[in-house]
């Protein structure tokens, strides 16, 4: 996909910057598995006005509509809750609301942050109660948009991931276990018959090069003999 100029990417384009990333095909049910993780977020396109609640709830009545209908009005993008993202990208209905980023004011008020137990939230008028309550967005995951600063970030911890689980030498304990395994492996393969160790060293030495252990036929030898120790005790 070359360098990422935008801020927000479709599914598809996620899909594709990922594929690109890693070589091999990543689709759109991918990448919504990984919004459903939690490892990148979904966002709605918004364009109109929240409320700052707080429970419980304050009376806004009729009088109050300028307040209601221009609290803190933006265009930009809100998050959908993780628990509401949908595979099979049906219509979803929320609230409270949380500001990913806001482009545009559309009034003069700054950005405001919702402090527990505050929340945003749209208003809409109830006229049974005479009073304005907060109300759903309804949005869709199949449309939603990710952020570019999240697909960077998931490219970051898989670069990570993939440093942390390239091979390292074994400690001594390891090749001793490993050892181990080879001669109950070996003692399979050649009979009961370990009274003679060596005879087997060339045979696991070979073994233990291609594992990449730089041991000696010594070793081999002994740890042979714990083999057949412990083939004895579990055969009893």
């Known amino acids: 996909m070359g360098v990422m100029l935008k801020r927000y990417y479709s599914i598809d384009e996620a899909a594709e910057f990922?594929?690109?990333?890693?070589?091999?095909?990543?689709?759109?049910?991918?990448?919504?598995?990984?919004?459903?993780?939690?490892?990148?977020?979904?966002?709605a396109w918004f364009?109109?006005?929240?409320?700052?609640?707080?429970?419980p709830f304050p009376k806004l009545e009729r009088s109050d509509y300028h307040i209601c209908t221009s609290g803190f009005a933006f265009k930009g993008y809100i998050q959908i809750p993780l628990e509401l993202i949908n595979l099979n990208s049906k219509k979803i209905d929320f609230y409270p609301m949380v500001i990913i980023e806001a482009i545009t004011?559309?009034?003069?008020?700054?950005?405001?942050?919702?402090t527990p137990p505050g929340f945003f939230a749209r208003s809409n008028y109830v006229e049974g109660l005479d009073e304005y309550m907060p109300s759903m967005?309804?949005?869709?995951c199949d449309n939603a948009l990710i952020p570019t600063l999240?697909?960077?970030?998931?490219?970051?911890?898989?670069?990570?991931?993939?440093?942390?689980?390239?091979e390292k030498?074994?400690?001594?304990?390891?090749?001793?276990?490993?050892?181990?395994?080879?001669?109950?492996?070996?003692?399979?393969?050649?009979?009961n018959d370990l009274s003679k160790p060596y005879s087997l060293a060339k045979e696991i030495l070979k073994t233990a090069d291609l594992l990449g252990i730089k041991i000696t036929d010594d070793t081999i030898a002994s740890k042979l003999k714990e083999a057949k120790a412990i083939l004895d005790e579990k055969s009893v």
């Open 18 to 43: 990922l594929t690109s990333e890693h070589g091999q095909k990543i689709t759109r049910m991918d990448v919504m598995e990984l919004a459903a993780r939690g490892d990148i977020r979904l966002c």
């Open 47 to 55: 364009n109109e006005s929240l409320i700052l609640y707080k429970e």
């Open 105 to 114: 004011l559309l009034n003069n008020l700054l950005p405001m942050k919702a």
């Open 137 to 140: 967005l309804t949005t869709d």
């Open 150 to 166: 999240d697909l960077l970030n998931l490219k970051s911890k898989n670069r990570k991931i993939e440093r942390s689980c390239v």
């Open 169 to 191: 030498p074994l400690f001594t304990t390891e090749r001793n276990s490993l050892l181990t395994i080879i001669g109950i492996m070996a003692k399979d393969g050649y009979g």
